[in-house]
């Protein structure tokens, strides 16, 4: 098996060794970084694996750094340390989905089991993440007047309503809808339903 | 217990005959108003009993309280005197209140300032309650406590640790008595000759009131066989001089085979082998819960609290086995600490040890910020007041940065803890190398080395010291200033600019005291910033030399110097702040004055304030740059 990479940004030298030493032993891959902006410019959306957060650090407040990952779609679970524990920062960082919030010193085990946490959790994202875009990827083929039909048959509307709808006829409709389920690759209403709230399309939009 | 004056006690009784007309009133009770209780303190920092109960007293207080409670710790009997001059200490404890409502309440930290209160209280606040705290009950059973006072008083038995040593070393012949020397030595010989009469036929008492310290440690050393060491009280010595129990004990227990004995829980651990001991943490506790009972409106007469007598028998299983004494020699149910774990088998119990050694360090310290220091007239005229007021003054401000020393502690602790995680985890499976244990090792002790460095960096604030002339790099001043605030601006989000300049600038005085001006002049600049949105919190520090100057200013960008204060920002107990004494700038100015300096503030054109210091260049005078002082 490979070993699943911890990502450990924190700008104290010696604490940061520490850590990697310990991820190390436990048998992790481990980067770490001195800096949010080091951080940053070396991850992307496709970045595998878990990050060990310290919450001061010099050029970025860790907590600022989980927004901005957040908005650039880097979905990397987050364990927080830090050597002051603020109630009003553990909540805001849990609330934004951290997996933990540890106050230094933080005992090896207790690390190395929210790292565990943290990099299953990885592992569930990324396969629903997968699960999505392939079904993201099957719904792009749809034609835009299918994504219209679609539209309507999530409504529960009958064939001869969506052609009553779309002023066209309900022969034609039989097609797209046909053409839609070949598409999407489903055969039933249920799947296509359920394809639809997976890949976040609003009937009602 | 503590130090005592029999002249002193006499003054007590006839004061308490004038005070018996002093009418109690009811003290005016406002919720929103925290309460402000004033401890006065019979020794200075560095007793461990004294430290070790103010300190639980303080936590205990604070987790009890209902309200806002403010403390103000005061030392009323000087160190290394065996007489205190009282008159300027009491005029300082009353120009701390002019214009000011009086305290709450008052409350006294062993026998000496209890003496001390009993004998000027009618000039100490008479209707302010007092409780008279861990001070030995003989102190206060001649006379009478009146309807606003109470106490939580100790009652120890010396006896029965006679008892205790007899059954653990039952050739015991000798007794070495170390009592320090003075009155209070005199007491305490006085009362045990008396209690122990009933040994005369088995043990041999050698009493030390007259020696000096060195003296004492030379008999020490020249024990006879069956000799143990029976340590009464931290105190002073025939000299004069004064130090805490933790150097006198470490130094007798490193020179002297025989085993040391005394009655104080605090002592466990510094060299004593146990016994039945007197609880610290029970006494802290108790006194707290006083405190709150009297706040929530309870009569002192009513509070009744039995004098606390030594507890369960507690000891130290290092100084056990130096001192040869079997476990089965133990009165049962003894509870033995300081076990010693071995090394690989327990290595995550070590590191735990030594996490709890760190951390217990950090609470000492924490304890110690919250000392106390000062007799202290309110006008600071000569060196040696001014060194007092600023220790004072110093003490308040640091322990505003009590919560900096906790995080600061926590990198190089959860370095040492991960290094000596991984270190197990590889010796276990087999893969630790020789190199990389080494690296392990390397920084652990490099962590161990900063942990060390922020402690010391504290402790040098909140010592006790004369000023000193010293030629000292501002660029270290301002350095070291930084580092102990680094935590308060970091966590207050304030973006820091510091202007240094490229070389040394070199002026004569004391690094301390010029620290503690720049922590005065950030703590007010972050408190005028409070209320300032986070995005627009700057602090300009920028330090400029001149042809003949070393400036340095702080400029913010809070609310400014409110009109009301023009002229007078300096003075003594002016504040425009809601907590504080309003001292630390009257302090500040005179510390720049002793430097041959200035102290300025005016106010922003675009709003908030800038301090500005000026000292003289010394370096013309400063023979080389060797003797230059960098902590």
Redo the contacts between chains.
């Keep these: 098996m490979i070993a699943q990479t911890v990502h450990v940004v924190d700008d104290?030298e010696?604490?940061r060794?520490?850590?990697e030493?310990?991820l190390?032993?436990?048998g992790f891959d481990v980067r770490t970084y001195a800096s949010a902006l080091e951080f940053f410019s070396a991850v992307d959306a496709e970045t595998r694996g878990c990050i060990v957060l310290d919450v001061?650090l010099p050029d970025q407040n860790g907590l600022d750094l989980q927004v901005a990952l957040a908005e650039r779609d880097v979905p990397l679970p987050i364990v927080f340390?830090t050597?002051?524990a603020?109630i009003p920062d553990s909540v805001r960082a849990i609330q934004r989905g951290a997996v933990d919030f540890l106050?230094?010193?933080?005992?090896?085990?207790v690390?190395l089991a929210a790292v565990s946490r943290a990099l299953e959790q990885d592992a569930a994202s990324r396969v629903a993440r997968a699960h999505r875009q392939n079904l993201r990827s099957r719904y792009d083929r749809l034609s835009p007047r299918e994504r219209e039909v679609f539209l309507h048959l999530l409504r529960g509307q009958l064939n001869k309503q969506v052609a009553a709808d779309l002023q066209i006829t309900e022969r034609t409709i039989k097609l797209h809808r046909a053409n839609i389920f070949q598409k999407l690759e489903v055969t039933s209403m249920v799947e296509l339903a359920r394809l639809a709230i997976d890949i976040g399309v609003d009937p009602t939009a | 217990m503590s130090l005592f004056t029999a002249r002193r006690f006499r003054n007590a009784l006839a004061s308490t005959l004038l005070l018996l007309l002093a009418p109690v009133s009811d003290a005016a009770q406002s919720d929103d108003v925290a309460r402000q209780v004033l401890v006065l303190q019979s020794m200075d920092r560095g007793s461990l009993v004294f430290d070790g109960i103010t300190a639980n007293f303080r936590a205990s207080l604070q987790s009890r309280a209902g309200t806002r409670v403010t403390l103000l710790d005061f030392v009323v009997a000087p160190a290394g005197l065996n007489e205190a001059p009282e008159q300027p200490v009491i005029n300082f404890l009353q120009s701390l209140y002019a214009d000011r409502n009086p305290p709450d309440l008052i409350v006294t930290m062993g026998g000496p300032a209890a003496a001390f209160t009993r004998t000027h209280r009618q000039r100490l606040f008479p209707q302010t309650p007092v409780l008279f705290g861990a001070v030995e009950e003989r102190f206060l059973r001649d006379a009478a406590l009146k309807e606003n006072e109470t106490s939580v008083a100790v009652s120890i038995d010396y006896t029965k640790l006679i008892d205790d040593i007899l059954a653990l070393l039952p050739a015991t012949r000798n007794v070495f008595m170390v009592t320090g020397s003075g009155p209070l030595s005199a007491f305490w010989r006085a009362e045990l000759e008396r209690n122990f009469k009933r040994y005369d036929n088995r043990l041999t008492f050698t009493w030390t009131d007259d020696l000096s310290y060195d003296q004492l440690l030379e008999r020490a050393v020249a024990l006879p066989p069956r000799s143990v060491i029976f340590y009464i009280t931290a105190g002073t010595f025939a000299t004069g001089s004064w130090q805490g129990e933790g150097r006198t004990l470490a130094d007798l227990s490193t020179r002297s085979n025989a085993p040391i004995f005394g009655a104080q829980g605090a002592w466990l651990g510094s060299g004593i082998v146990g016994g039945h001991l007197l609880d610290v943490e029970d006494l802290g506790t108790t006194m707290a819960d006083v405190v709150v009972r009297i706040i929530n409106g309870e009569s002192p007469a009513d509070i009744k609290i039995q004098p606390r007598s030594l507890g369960a028998a507690t000891f130290d299983a290092r100084q056990l086995r130096r001192a040869n004494i079997s476990e089965a020699r133990l009165p049962p149910g003894s509870d033995i600490r300081f076990r010693p774990p071995s090394l690989w088998r327990d290595y995550r119990e070590e590191t735990l040890g030594l996490?709890g050694a760190l951390s217990l360090q950090a609470l000492l310290i924490i304890g110690l910020l919250y000392q106390r220091r000062a007799r202290q007239r309110a006008e600071v005229e000569s060196r040696q007041s001014l060194a007092l007021a600023a220790d004072a003054n110093r003490r308040v401000t640091m322990s505003a940065l009590a919560?900096s020393i906790?995080?600061?502690l926590?990198?190089?602790?959860?370095?040492?803890?991960?290094?000596s995680?991984?270190?197990k985890?590889?010796v276990a499976s087999n893969?630790a190398t020789p190199d990389t244990l080494r690296d392990?090792l390397s920084?652990i002790h490099?962590?161990d080395v900063?942990a060390t460095q922020i402690v010391e960096r504290h402790r040098l604030m909140l010592k006790a010291r004369q000023v000193d002339e010293k030629p000292i790099d501002i660029q270290s001043v301002v350095r070291e200033t930084l580092a102990l605030m680094s935590?308060d601006t970091?966590?207050r989000q304030i973006k820091l600019d510091v202007t240094l300049p490229t070389d040394p600038c070199v002026v004569t005085g004391d690094q301390v005291l010029l620290q503690q001006v720049l922590v005065n002049l950030l703590m007010n600049a972050i408190e005028a910033m409070a209320n300032t949105p986070a995005a627009s919190r700057r602090i300009a520090l920028q330090c400029e030399v001149r042809q003949n100057d070393a400036v340095i200013s702080v400029r913010d960008s809070g609310t400014g110097l409110p009109a009301t204060v023009d002229g007078q920002l300096f003075e003594p107990f002016v504040t425009t702040k809601t907590s504080g004494m309003g001292i630390g700038l009257t302090i500040a100015r005179s510390i720049a004055e002793a430097h041959r300096g200035t102290l300025d503030a005016r106010n922003n054109p675009d709003g908030g304030a800038t301090f500005t210091l000026t000292l003289p260049r010394s370096e013309a005078r400063s023979t080389s740059a060797g003797r230059v002082e960098s902590p």
């Design positions: 104290d010696l604490a060794r520490g850590t030493r310990l190390l032993a436990a001061r340390m050597g002051h603020a106050t230094k010193p933080v005992d090896g085990d690390l | 996490l919560g906790a995080h600061e926590s990198q190089p602790l959860n370095s040492i803890l991960h290094n995680q991984a270190g985890m590889l893969r392990i920084d490099a962590a900063r935590h970091n966590a």
